[in-house]
Protein backbone atom coordinates (compact mmCIF):
# COMPACT_ATOMS: atom_id res chain seq x y z
CA UNK A 1 0.00 0.00 0.00
CA UNK A 2 1.33 3.27 -1.08
CA UNK A 3 0.58 5.46 1.44
CA UNK A 4 -0.43 8.84 0.17
CA UNK A 5 -2.04 10.54 3.34
CA UNK A 6 -0.79 9.52 7.05
CA UNK A 7 -4.05 11.18 8.50
CA UNK A 8 -6.03 8.25 6.32
CA UNK A 9 -3.80 5.64 8.69
CA UNK A 10 -6.68 4.26 10.59
CA UNK A 11 -7.87 2.35 7.00
CA UNK A 12 -4.56 0.59 7.24
CA UNK A 13 -5.08 -0.56 10.61
CA UNK A 14 -8.70 -2.04 9.13
CA UNK A 15 -7.07 -3.80 6.30
CA UNK A 16 -5.09 -5.93 8.54
CA UNK A 17 -8.78 -6.80 10.64
CA UNK A 18 -10.36 -7.46 7.44
CA UNK A 19 -7.43 -10.04 6.04
CA UNK A 20 -7.45 -11.64 9.39
CA UNK A 21 -11.62 -11.65 9.71
CA UNK A 22 -11.61 -13.00 6.39
CA UNK A 23 -8.78 -15.42 6.30
CA UNK A 24 -8.75 -16.84 10.16
CA UNK A 25 -11.57 -15.91 11.63
CA UNK A 26 -14.00 -18.10 9.36
CA UNK A 27 -16.58 -15.80 9.53
CA UNK A 28 -19.64 -15.71 6.83
CA UNK A 29 -19.92 -12.17 6.56
CA UNK A 30 -18.16 -9.20 7.46
CA UNK A 31 -19.69 -5.62 8.93
CA UNK A 32 -17.17 -2.95 9.97
CA UNK A 33 -18.00 -0.27 11.38
CA UNK A 34 -15.43 3.08 11.93
CA UNK A 35 -15.17 6.79 12.08
CA UNK A 36 -13.13 6.75 8.49
CA UNK A 37 -14.19 9.70 6.93
CA UNK A 38 -15.50 13.63 7.10
CA UNK A 39 -16.22 13.07 3.64
CA UNK A 40 -19.17 10.91 5.35
CA UNK A 41 -20.58 13.45 7.57
CA UNK A 42 -20.76 15.90 4.83
CA UNK A 43 -22.91 13.63 2.83
CA UNK A 44 -25.33 12.36 5.69
CA UNK A 45 -24.92 14.46 8.41
CA UNK A 46 -24.24 13.76 12.34
CA UNK A 47 -27.41 11.93 12.26
CA UNK A 48 -27.14 8.99 9.89
CA UNK A 49 -24.21 6.42 9.00
CA UNK A 50 -23.17 5.57 6.01
CA UNK A 51 -23.42 1.36 4.64
CA UNK A 52 -21.09 0.90 1.34
CA UNK A 53 -21.76 -2.97 0.63
CA UNK A 54 -21.83 -4.52 -3.02
CA UNK A 55 -24.56 -7.33 -1.72
CA UNK A 56 -28.17 -6.72 -1.72
CA UNK A 57 -28.87 -9.04 0.96
CA UNK A 58 -26.52 -7.81 3.59
CA UNK A 59 -28.07 -4.45 2.77
CA UNK A 60 -31.30 -5.28 3.09
CA UNK A 61 -30.41 -6.84 6.52
CA UNK A 62 -28.79 -3.91 7.74
CA UNK A 63 -31.24 -2.10 6.83
CA UNK A 64 -33.81 -3.92 8.96
CA UNK A 65 -31.84 -3.86 11.76
CA UNK A 66 -31.60 0.13 11.90
CA UNK A 67 -35.36 0.41 11.34
CA UNK A 68 -35.95 -1.86 14.33
CA UNK A 69 -32.62 -0.41 16.71
CA UNK A 70 -33.57 3.36 15.22
CA UNK A 71 -29.68 3.44 14.65
CA UNK A 72 -30.32 5.72 11.00
CA UNK A 73 -28.46 4.11 8.47
CA UNK A 74 -28.29 4.90 3.99
CA UNK A 75 -27.40 2.68 1.41
CA UNK A 76 -24.60 4.83 -0.21
CA UNK A 77 -23.19 4.12 -3.93
CA UNK A 78 -19.97 1.85 -4.30
CA UNK A 79 -18.97 3.34 -7.82
CA UNK A 80 -16.38 0.84 -9.34
CA UNK A 81 -15.22 3.63 -11.50
CA UNK A 82 -13.44 5.32 -8.30
CA UNK A 83 -11.23 2.11 -7.94
CA UNK A 84 -9.01 3.96 -10.75
CA UNK A 85 -8.11 6.61 -8.19
CA UNK A 86 -6.59 4.48 -5.85
CA UNK A 87 -3.67 3.02 -8.39
CA UNK A 88 -0.53 3.36 -7.45
CA UNK A 89 2.90 3.11 -10.00
CA UNK A 90 4.64 1.74 -7.14
CA UNK A 91 2.30 -0.59 -4.82
CA UNK A 92 -0.46 -2.68 -5.13
CA UNK A 93 -3.01 0.56 -3.97
CA UNK A 94 -2.80 3.95 -2.53
CA UNK A 95 -4.41 4.25 0.66
CA UNK A 96 -6.57 7.44 -0.61
CA UNK A 97 -8.29 8.64 -3.77
CA UNK A 98 -8.64 11.73 -5.31
CA UNK A 99 -10.51 14.63 -3.87
CA UNK A 100 -14.13 13.96 -4.56
CA UNK A 101 -16.09 11.02 -3.75
CA UNK A 102 -13.85 10.50 -0.23
CA UNK A 103 -16.33 8.29 1.10
CA UNK A 104 -16.50 6.09 -1.90
CA UNK A 105 -12.79 5.58 -2.34
CA UNK A 106 -12.38 4.36 1.67
CA UNK A 107 -14.95 1.65 1.03
CA UNK A 108 -13.27 0.55 -2.07
CA UNK A 109 -10.31 0.57 -0.54
CA UNK A 110 -11.49 -1.46 2.15
CA UNK A 111 -13.22 -4.04 -0.01
CA UNK A 112 -9.78 -5.19 -1.38
CA UNK A 113 -9.38 -7.03 2.19
CA UNK A 114 -12.27 -9.37 2.07
CA UNK A 115 -12.36 -12.18 -0.26
CA UNK A 116 -16.07 -12.91 -1.66
CA UNK A 117 -17.50 -12.88 1.67
CA UNK A 118 -20.20 -10.07 2.20
CA UNK A 119 -19.32 -7.42 3.69
CA UNK A 120 -20.50 -3.96 4.94
CA UNK A 121 -18.32 -1.23 5.38
CA UNK A 122 -19.75 1.34 7.90
CA UNK A 123 -19.09 5.18 7.93
CA UNK A 124 -20.22 6.23 11.95
CA UNK A 125 -18.38 9.50 11.87
CA UNK A 126 -21.16 11.46 12.59
CA UNK A 127 -23.54 9.52 14.69
CA UNK A 128 -20.90 8.11 17.23
CA UNK A 129 -20.63 12.03 18.79
CA UNK A 130 -22.77 14.31 19.93
CA UNK A 131 -21.09 17.69 20.70
CA UNK A 132 -23.40 18.42 23.86
CA UNK A 133 -23.12 14.94 25.35
CA UNK A 134 -20.26 13.06 24.34
CA UNK A 135 -19.82 9.74 23.01
CA UNK A 136 -23.30 8.25 21.72
CA UNK A 137 -22.92 4.27 21.56
CA UNK A 138 -23.81 4.51 18.39
CA UNK A 139 -24.10 1.45 16.10
CA UNK A 140 -23.98 -0.74 18.89
CA UNK A 141 -27.47 -1.83 18.87
CA UNK A 142 -27.39 -1.68 15.28
CA UNK A 143 -24.46 -4.54 15.15
CA UNK A 144 -26.43 -6.44 18.49
CA UNK A 145 -29.75 -6.81 16.42
CA UNK A 146 -27.61 -7.81 13.19
CA UNK A 147 -25.73 -10.39 14.75
CA UNK A 148 -28.69 -11.81 16.71
CA UNK A 149 -30.31 -12.15 13.24
CA UNK A 150 -27.28 -14.76 12.08
CA UNK A 151 -27.99 -18.23 11.61
CA UNK A 152 -32.00 -17.72 12.13
Not at 121 to 148: N, Y
Request: one cysteine or more; charged letters at 25%.
Amino acid sequence: IEVLNTDAEGRLTLADALVYADKEVGCESIIELSTLTGACMVSLGKKVCGVWTSNDDLARDLEEASKVTGDKSWRMPLVEEYNDQLKSKIADLTNLGGRYGGAITAALFLQNFVDKKPFAHIDIAGPVWDDKSGATGFGAKLVTEWVSKQGK
